[in-house]
Each structure stands twice: as C-alpha cells, then as structure tokens.
C-alpha cells in the first residue's frame, strides 16, 4: 500500500446535495413564478429560488454544464427539498481522492469545512487537515439531467440534448479557501499535488493573498514532484486569469474539460475535428504555457506537451467511463467489463487523425460508445482526475 503522505489533493471540498431533475417539477415552478422564454438566458446573478430555475432552464435548453455562486442559501435548500436527493462528498480533491483510495493509492486532503456526514462519507484509508476551526456545513446543489428531458409550460417547450450537471454554491469556508499553516511541510513530502477550488473565492485581496501563500509552501515540493492543476468554472470569472498568471510557473499538468477550453475560446470546438482540436489546442497552450495541457470530453481525453501521459490518460478515461455507468456503486468486475468495451469509433478515427497532423506532442485515449439509462453526469472530470493521480502515483512519472 502506498503512503498517503504522498499525494496531497487540495485545496477544499463539500457535501454535496444531488438530485436529478424531472419534468413535473420544473413544469410547476415554471408556471407557479410565471418564467417565460425570452428569460432563459443565464440571469447576471442567482438570488432567488425563481432565478435558479431560469438559470437551471437555460442550461437544459443548450445541454450545457456550468457552476455559479448563489447568494441565497434557503433557495438552494429550498430547490434540493423539491426532488429526491442524496448526500455525497464533493469537491474536486475530494472526488479524485475516493477514487485512489478505490485503486488502492490513499492520499491526504487539505480541506476547509470538515463535519459529520463528511467524516461518515471519507474512505477509511483517507487522512485530512483540515484549515478551518471548528465544524461547518455549506451544502452544494449537484443538478443533473438527462438527455431528452423534456419541459413544456407557459410559451417554454425544450428538450435537453445532452446530459450534463449543474453545481449552485453557496459556501463560506470554500470562499474563503484558508490554508492550513503545515501545507508547506506536507508538500515537502508529496510526489503528487493537486490543486483545485479557487474557482469558489469571491474576494481579490483574499484571493491574491492564498496564492501568494500556496507559493510559498509549494517552495517545499521535492523536484521531482508532480503538480496537477484542474481548472474550473470561476464565481468570479476575472480570477481565473488571476489564478493562472500566478501559479503558472509552479504547474506542471494543467487539466480542462470542453466547457473550460470553449470558454477561453470564446468560439464552439468541433471536439471530432482533428483540424478544429488542433487550432484550439495552439490557441490555449499560448493562453496557458504549461508543460502539459490535459484536456478531457466526453469523445477522448488528451494531453498535449512532453509525452508519457498515454496511461494516465487511459485509467482516467475508464474511471470516468465506469461512474458514468454505475455511480458510485461500481465494483472490480465492471470496470474490468467496462475496459474490454469497444471505444467510440469516431473518436478513434480523432486520436488518429489529431497524431498524424501534431505528431508526438499529442497523446489521445478515445472515450468508450456507451449506451446508458441513467447515466451519472455528476464528478466525471473529478473521477478522470481521480484515474490519471492514481495511475502517476502508481507508476511514478519522472
């Protein structure tokens, strides 16, 4: 069993409220709060359970997934007490953290809020620090839906044409994202640091100041560690350039999902054309001059930068392809099922395609044809992250 002072994943995790939208529901609050079409565009700000619904809509409409700061917490309570829901941990660190432990790689998690259902989710093999004081519960709204989900009230009439999930937050201690003042020590000891969660921070100064601070304790990373950055939707969304441009030097693999790369983009991504992927591959490796950009959809996952990544890549794409199909709940034998599978042809077709026309500086896992009920959209890219730490960790990288 490998040490779980080894690897450190942070910065801050949650307990998560998940819940599947249905069409009823969202039909009765469509027409109890008089939301019509025209509005479901995504409102500047989620103050109110009506807000939350329109902004909920447009995305089913587009198929999207998004994340936003809510500024009333009842409204999230409120919506969740709706549908049937269930508590889990969330979190990136968090997430990717439950599924080491699963492949056997135990890790430490810097987290910011610890309380009971917390302490009663944490895999055993899981050790924390935790910054905050004493216990405390933000709960965060995980909304998911599934393709073909269909809402017809007032003059609205969409259907969703993919399945996606929605994260509504409302959650201090994650805004606030204090580090605990041994960080520095532990990382001393790390082969493999992850971080994530600034995305929650609303406040310049205070964010400024954790990022100088993560700096200094990261000073204390064996040269021979790997840092992995997972990127995410920001509350703010002028603090991801913040973010970026100071912790820049210190990443060595930096990880995005489609949404993200569109977004810095600015342009819909063809994700099957070689032509179009690579385009947008030069395009953010010259907004993000990371080492290694890895970048995970829902056709493959790739990154791009010195090679060696094809087996991180290919654990994570399973993992992910497993929880998509069984949740949680999975076990050994599926995803040895789950690996024998057949990949998507035309993302295979991709990989190809993308190797002949950028060579070595690419590597590309195709992604699985999977053909599920009720699939789970929640903690995909959370679980790939999960796969690839573990499979660095497992193997060493350097």
Known sequence: MADASRVLLGLGGCVDYELKLSAGVLEQLVAEYGIVAAELTSPAAVT??????????????????????????????????????????????????????????????????????????????????????????????????????????????????????????NDPANGAMLLTDDLGDRLGQADVFLISGFNAMRDEAELDERLASLKEHMRQLPAGAVTYFEDAAYHEPAFSRRVREALLDEIDVYGLNEDELQSYLGRPVDLLSAEDVAEALTAVHALIPVPTLVLHTKYWALAFGPGGYAGALDTGTVMAATRYCHGDDFTDEDVERLRRLARRPESVAFAAALRSRMGETVDCVPGFALDVQNPTTVGLGDTFVGGFLAELALKGHR
Do not use: C, W
Request: aromatic letters at 10%; charged letters at 20%; hydrophobic letters at 40%.
């Open 48 to 169: 109110s359970e009506r807000d939350l619904v329109v902004s909920i809509l447009g995305y089913v409409a587009r198929g999207g997934g998004g994340e936003h700061f809510v500024a009333s917490a009842p409204a999230l309570s409120t919506f969740a007490n709706r549908f049937p829901h269930r508590e889990t941990l969330g979190g990136t660190s968090v997430r990717a953290g439950i599924l080491m432990s699963r492949l056997g790689v135990p890790s430490t998690l810097h987290l910011v809020s610890v309380n009971d259902t917390f302490r009663r989710l944490l895999p055993a093999d899981s050790e924390y620090i935790n910054s905050g004081t004493g216990d405390t519960f933000y709960p965060h709204l995980i909304v998911q839906y599934d393709k073909g989900l269909r809402v017809r009230a007032s003059d609205i009439d969409i259907t969703a044409p993919f399945p996606n999930r929605l994260i509504y937050v």
